[in-house]
């Protein structure tokens, strides 16, 4: 299964968000519990770790972009190999994570 | 052009005119490690050192005070009031000593401040989130600005920090969560440029600020129905920049005033005041808060000042008046 790894929209204010490094590269395993990406709000700055395992397959944006809440960062799939959809935006399944704010 | 957060483009401003300027220095709360309420100053304590960015206590009497103190000393101190409403207590010496200085004197001293205060409402209730401007824009020898991009933040706090005079900058807590273009070319804007946001030939919309943001919104929704305003940001209230907003008040006849605080007494009713002596026929009406505090539940605070669609139907309003009274004629 394709799965959407979502900017959350539950970030108080935040309208806009600039996404600041990648922990993953296109192709990677992801271990559940393993960092995934670290973007900056005009507040904080928030760490996003995957909970479950997948291949992180396509990212959107790169370091520096912008991003808004609720954006689709990046696909992974449950098995590597999986065909992605052509269309971006394709509805896919929300990846589970959990965020941590500094 | 970069996109910056709105905090990031006024500590780019004051970084680049702390390195050109020595004698400018940072006086307020929270502002030295803790890198300020909205990280605007994160950064700088580190770089420019304790003597240049100096916490202070909760005192903004006393703040502002030691702002014109230093400013008629020689030094061009800028002074951080987290929210607007605290202004009120450091009145006295901004009013009665920064601004008239130069005048008491004869032209022989000055008080080259400025006071940066966050207006709005977000959530603050009663006496945090008032929007004040008119009080100041009513002292003679205080400048007002009141950025409402992160463009804009920039280049106003740059011409700020090297005015002549005492200076209030008046940010919103709504703009900080909003990136923005900055030049990567240091471009100040001088004092009394008004912007014009959006072109249109029905009406004009006048406003400020996060009023300005709102103001664009209802521009979209009323662009839909076919009528096409103009749209006017300020950004800086006094001086006033009558001639862009006359310019564009004789082009569409219409002019609607739109302030995030009371109209009484308010930016609208001067605005419109002084248009109609420069353009005689023109049929204005304002917006504004209602008569009460803002208060601190979201859905009074909602109800209490404009949103995009309120904007929208003063438009309409003003509009179909016009349309009605040329018809009885």
Not at chain 2, 142 to 165: E, F, I, M, N, Q
Request: charged letters at 25%; aromatic letters at 6%; proline letters at 6%.
């Amino acid at each position: 299964m394709i799965r959407g790894l979502v900017i959350p929209k539950e970030l108080g204010e935040a309208i806009e968000v600039r996404l600041l490094q990648w922990y993953k590269a296109e192709g990677d395993h992801v271990a559940a519990d393993e960092a995934l990406l670290e973007f900056e709000t005009d507040k904080a700055i928030v760490l996003v770790t995957a909970k479950q395992a997948g291949a992180l397959r396509r990212c959107f944006f790169a370091a520096g972009d912008w991003m808004k809440p609720g954006d689709v960062a990046a696909w992974l799939s449950d098995e590597p190999d999986e065909p992605l959809p052509a269309e971006r935006s394709a509805p896919a399944e929300a990846l589970l994570v959990t965020f941590d704010t500094t | 052009m970069s996109r910056l957060f709105f905090r990031e483009a006024l500590g780019r401003a004051m970084a680049e005119e702390m390195d050109r300027d020595p004698r400018v220095i940072l006086l307020g709360q929270d502002i030295a490690a803790h890198g300020g309420s909205y990280a605007e100053t994160r950064g700088l304590f580190e770089r420019f050192g304790p003597s240049r960015v100096r916490n202070t206590p909760v005192a903004e009497a006393a703040t502002v005070g030691l702002a014109a103190g230093a400013a008629a000393a020689g030094l061009r101190p800028l002074a951080f009031i987290t929210y607007l409403d605290f202004v009120m207590l450091g009145l006295d010496a901004l009013v009665n000593y920064a601004a008239k200085l130069r005048f008491k004197s004869a032209g022989q001293l000055t008080a080259p401040m400025v006071v940066k205060a966050t207006a709005g409402a977000k959530g603050q209730g009663p006496t945090h989130a008032q929007s004040l401007e008119p009080w100041l824009m009513n002292v003679p020898g205080l400048t007002v600005l009141a950025p409402s991009t992160a463009g804009d933040a920039y280049g106003l706090l740059k011409t700020a920090l090297r005015a002549p005079g005492p200076v209030v900058f008046v940010d919103h807590k709504k703009l900080f969560p909003r990136g923005g273009e900055v030049p990567d070319k240091e471009e100040l804007i001088p004092v009394g440029s008004a912007a014009v946001r959006r072109e249109g030939r029905h009406l004009t919309l006048v406003s400020h600020s996060y009023m300005s943001v709102l103001a664009l919104e209802a521009a979209e929704m009323l662009a839909a129905e076919g009528i096409e305003a103009e749209v006017i940001d300020l950004r800086s209230l006094w001086p006033i920049d009558w001639e862009t907003l006359a310019a564009s008040a004789r082009r569409t006849g219409h002019a609607l005033f739109v302030e995030e605080g009371q109209v009484v007494c308010g930016v609208g009713a001067e605005l419109a005041f002084g248009l109609r002596e420069r353009v005689p026929n023109l049929r204005v009406d304002r917006l504004g808060a209602r008569r009460a505090p803002v208060a601190p539940s979201p859905v009074l605070e909602a109800f209490t000042i404009p949103d995009a669609q309120g904007i929208a139907r003063s438009a309409r309003r003003l509009l179909a008046k016009a349309t009605q009274e040329e018809g009885d004629r």
